[in-house]
């Protein structure tokens, strides 16, 4: 099955919206053995609407549109829709329905532009909407389909999800592509397939798939089989001499996040971790409880970005600050043994930086940042040398903090 998206939305083409929509279905739909073999993003117009679906149909199968659905008078997609199909639009009463409960509900009244988004193409398969108000849509034209969802990503996935990846899969029968990807912090692409340039040839000789997948801080490395689930246990082979070779950096499989990783970890050993921040400002311990459950193992934090307030909450001596500077071992390191004190927990990882893009020096450049961890019995800490961009710079902070704790919990 050839499957074409069309992402439709003038935010989209200034860049005031990233398109998240066309990863995240180009990311769900290869899991299932189906290639996208193109993506295009228009304006919202008729003519280009128009012409994206006429050229997809020309060489797709299957497009999926998200965008131009929803209750103001530029979300024209359903009209034109029709108008290529020469089909009427019609008021579903299913959907009109659930319009009326959903704002029945919120107390809140119901206009005649969000009756309007319950109609849609006369003969349209309804793909039920349970995060909002415009329902998707499932169309069948001339042996080829076309699926119409809403742009805002929450609803667009629940939509694929829970209607559209199971009419999918019927249509286009059960795919034999099998993927599982294992994930790697602290080490990047060209170190891992230098290190392992033997296993990467074997792995491509023996006809299997191997994707890098890098984001900052991560790379995640993907194998895959045209066999189906069949070779898991192939694959399992080298994933394990990927982990035997990277024992500090390998950290999990699929979509596991590190902060879910070390979660796990601190509840298995009943621990406790704190965070005592500078640099990254309370994004280390917001990546902490981002996972559900974090309650049971995360006792709090304090963000202490002033040279006063490291002094005052976290007894660092004032004379460091014109010795060695508040971005050093010493400060780094007094921040973390004061800080499980504070919280009296069994883990306080420390951070203190320079983020940027000013206030660097030529002895530390912008993107210095010594990472401090204290445990019952020690203390130790490591400097980083990340680079200029700031929101990177906090992201790297944290990503390589939980990776310090991760290595501490199992002792590597």
């Not at 020469?86 to 704002?103: C, H, K, M, Q, W």
């Not at 995060?131 to 080829?144: F, L, N």
């Not at 294992?182 to 798939?209: C, H, K, P, Y």
């Amino acid at each position: 099955m050839k499957v074409e998206l069309i992402s439709i939305g003038d935010e989209l083409l200034i860049g005031q919206t990233i398109n998240t929509n066309a990863a995240w279905l180009g990311q769900e739909l290869s899991l299932r053995g189906i290639t996208i073999t193109q993506c295009v993003t228009i304006p919202d117009t008729e003519k280009a609407i128009h012409e994206a679906i006429e050229n997809g149909f020309n060489h797709a199968d299957l497009l999926i549109l998200t965008g131009g659905l929803g209750p103001t008078k530029d979300d024209i997609t359903k009209k034109v829709i029709a108008n290529y199909i020469n089909r009427d639009l019609v008021i579903d009463p299913i959907t009109l329905s659930r319009v009326e409960a959903y704002f029945s509900s919120r107390n809140r009244p119901m206009l005649d532009v969000n009756i309007q988004q319950a109609a849609v193409p006369e003969g349209t398969l309804i793909l039920t909407n349970e995060h909002g108000t415009a329902p998707g849509m499932w169309i069948e034209h001339e042996g080829k389909i076309l699926i119409s969802l809403p742009g805002v990503p929450y609803e667009m996935k629940g939509i694929m999800q829970d209607e559209a990846f199971p009419r999918i899969a019927e249509k286009s029968g059960e795919s034999t592509l099998f993927h599982k990807t294992i994930l790697t912090q602290g080490v990047g692409e060209s170190t891992i397939a230098n290190t392992m340039q033997d296993w990467e040839s074997e792995i491509r000789e023996r006809g299997f798939g191997l994707a890098y997948l890098p984001s900052p801080g991560q790379v995640r490395i993907r194998l895959s089989s045209s066999n189906g689930s069949q070779d898991e246990s192939i694959l399992d082979g080298y994933f394990k001499q990927l982990e035997e070779t990277f024992p500090k950096n390998v950290f999990g499989y699929g979509e596991l996040t590190l902060a879910e990783v070390v979660g796990a970890l601190l509840l298995e050993r009943k621990a406790t971790v704190s965070t005592a921040e500078s640099c990254t400002g309370g994004a280390l311990s917001q990546a902490i409880v981002a996972v559900s459950g974090a309650s049971n193992y995360f006792e709090g934090s304090v963000v202490t970005y002033s040279n006063a307030l490291k002094n005052k909450h976290l007894n660092v001596p004032m004379n460091l600050f014109t010795t060695v500077g508040a971005v050093s071992q010493e400060v780094v390191e007094i921040m973390a043994v004061e800080g499980r004190k504070k919280f009296d927990s069994d883990y306080c990882l420390s951070v203190s930086g320079i983020a940027g893009p000013n206030g660097g020096t030529d002895e530390k450049p912008v993107g210095t940042v010594w990472i401090g961890l204290a445990t019952k019995n020690k203390v130790y800490s490591k400097k980083f040398l990340f680079a200029n961009n700031r929101d990177r710079n906090v992201q790297l902070s944290v990503l390589y903090a939980l990776n310090m704790l991760r290595c501490e919990l199992l002792g590597i």
